[in-house]
Antibody
Framework: QVQLQQSGAELVKPGTSVKLSCKAS????????MNWIKQTTGQGLEWIGI????????SYNVKFKGKATLTVDKSSSTAFMQLSSLTPEDSAVYYC??????????WGQGTLVTVSS | DIVLTQSPALAVSLGQRATISCRAS??????????MHWYQQKPGQQPKLLIY???NLASGIPARFSGSGSGTDFTLTINPVQADDIATYYC?????????FGGGTKLELK
């Protein structure tokens, strides 16, 4: 069965960066694009971007360009998202989710990022 | 971006029908495809896909869940509501990028 295992919670300082991981299993990693989604109480669910694990090609929500960078390691079936120049507004739960055909078929358990000095 | 509007909460009795609505700021249908999808999220858990393309039940989802609608107006129906269905429900469109979500409807017990 499809499983997406995300890395643990992060407490980071403003102005720094953090790299989150999402290890996929139960399917051929390069056969499905991977999305990243942000969830906050105030803004709800927001789509950050998508990566094609086969080619490394990416597409971002304009809102998150310059904030998020998506990469993959095909050898370990792991997707990564780096968030840079962190501010308290980046505090959220971040999910990875496999692409259906416009929908998000399977989700990781989420990674809580807290940005605080 | 396409804005999706949901009522914040809906109170329902166990065994009754729950109807959750989602309205889009512009049509999310292309030809015969209605590009609206529904998710369930319980506290402390990740969202789970329930319905894709407005009316297609995702794998493993009970038949008491159903979806309908086209254009700008969509509905998720749960009939009958069971205790395990108490959760927040989100709609999501894929007609235009970026994909966007509704604000969620919290299903509560009367």
């Amino acid at each position: 069965q499809v499983q997406l295992q995300q890395s643990g919670a992060e407490l980071v300082k403003p102005g720094t960066s953090v790299k989150l991981s999402c290890k996929a299993s139960g399917y051929t990693f390069t056969s499905n694009h991977m999305n990243w989604i942000k969830q906050t109480t105030g803004q709800g669910l927001e789509w950050i971007g998508i990566i094609n694990p086969g080619s490394g090609g990416t597409s971002y929500n304009v809102k998150f360009k310059g904030k998020a960078t998506l990469t993959v390691d095909k050898s370990s079936s792991t997707a990564f998202m780096q968030l840079s120049s962190l501010t308290p507004e980046d505090s959220a739960v971040y999910y990875c989710a496999t692409e259906g055909a416009g929908w998000f078929a399977y989700w990781g358990q989420g990674t809580l990022v807290t940005v605080s000095s | 971006d396409i804005v999706l509007t949901q009522s914040p909460a809906l109170a329902v009795s166990l065994g009754q029908r729950a109807t959750i609505s989602c309205r889009a700021s512009q049509s999310v249908s292309i030809s015969r495809y209605n590009l609206m999808h529904w998710y369930q999220q319980k506290p402390g858990q990740q969202p789970k896909l329930l319905i894709y393309r407005a009316s297609n039940l995702a794998s493993g989802i009970p038949a008491r869940f159903s979806g309908s609608g086209s254009g700008t107006d969509f509905t998720l129906t749960i009939n009958p509501v069971q205790a395990d269905d108490i959760a927040t429900y989100y709609c999501q469109q894929s007609r235009e990028s970026p994909p966007t979500f509704g604000g969620g409807t919290k299903l509560e017990l009367k």
